[in-house]
């Protein structure tokens, strides 16, 4: 992450403007999406849709910038996949829970956001509740972001929301900061104590993504595709994100759609 302290007010500048475009591109981006998918479009179909949505948007494929190759532009975890799912060519099914999770690359500075839907059809009422109280989880974290807040401010946060709401809670994969490098410090953890960690400065950006589950935490790496990753118990996961700024008297979204 840039070193706000010890950067130009020009650097800043540039930065939270391209974050913001970016942010924004990508947030109408996964908006559209969530309208697009519909029971038998396959993974590989609905990432060649956003491979080709991200270059007309003007931004660029950030997964193609990595040092070990993925094979997509964007994540797709079905069902008991939690993240980094590998797009597939098996149809999705009406009532599938899918998470997508896609970082763009846009002047610069990369943008990060996540959400879980499930398909078009009859659905689990407890994949419906988890995936509401993960998205409350995440809204709890960003409602601590401030200049002087510790990142254990926010990870208390959402730790607090998934455990009310009986959800298993991922430790081994966590936010993260953002800007000219895709994952970079702080790490954002779900799960921590208020007033531990690194303390937030304005012009900040950090990505906090909630990881839950319906069973126990415990997962995997598919030996498969050597990405996606698994609950061992084999129950649904769900994960949500979004890219934050940290400005003079709190925080704004970056990645929300128009």
Not at 99 to 108: A, M, Q, T, V
Not at 123 to 144: D, F, H, L, Q, Y
Request: aromatic share 6%.
């Amino acid at each position: 992450m840039i070193n706000i302290e010890n950067s130009t007010p020009t650097k800043l500048s540039e930065k939270i403007t391209a974050m913001r475009e970016g942010g924004k591109i990508l947030g109408n981006l996964l908006r559209d999406l969530k309208d697009y998918v519909q029971p038998g479009m396959t993974g590989k179909e609905i990432d060649a849709w956003v491979r080709k949505e991200i270059v007309r948007r003007g931004a660029k494929v950030a997964y193609d910038m990595l040092d070990e190759e993925f094979p997509g532009a964007i994540c797709i975890s079905v069902n008991d996949a939690l993240v980094h799912g590998a797009p597939k060519d098996e149809p999705l099914e009406p009532g599938d829970k899918v998470s997508f999770d896609l970082d763009i690359y846009y002047k610069g500075y990369f943008t990060d956001s996540a959400f879980t839907m499930i398909v078009p059809g009859k659905s689990n009422p407890a994949v419906k509740k988890m995936i509401s109280v993960t998205e409350s989880a995440m809204w709890e974290g960003i409602e601590r972001v401030k200049p002087g807040a510790h990142i254990g401010d926010i990870a208390s946060a959402v730790e607090k929301v998934l455990r009310a709401g009986h959800l298993g809670v991922i430790e081994n994969y966590v936010g993260h900061g953002i800007d000219t490098e895709m994952h970079d410090a702080p790490e954002v953890p779900n799960y921590g104590k208020k007033g531990h960690g690194y303390k937030l400065v304005e012009g900040d950006t950090i990505c906090i993504e909630p990881m839950s589950c319906l069973g126990k935490p415990a997962n995997y790496c598919d030996k498969d595709d050597n990405w996606t990753v698994k609950m061992k118990d084999g129950s649904i996961g769900c994960h949500c994100e979004h890219t934050i700024l940290v400005t003079k008297d709190g925080y704004e979204v970056l990645t929300l759609p128009d």
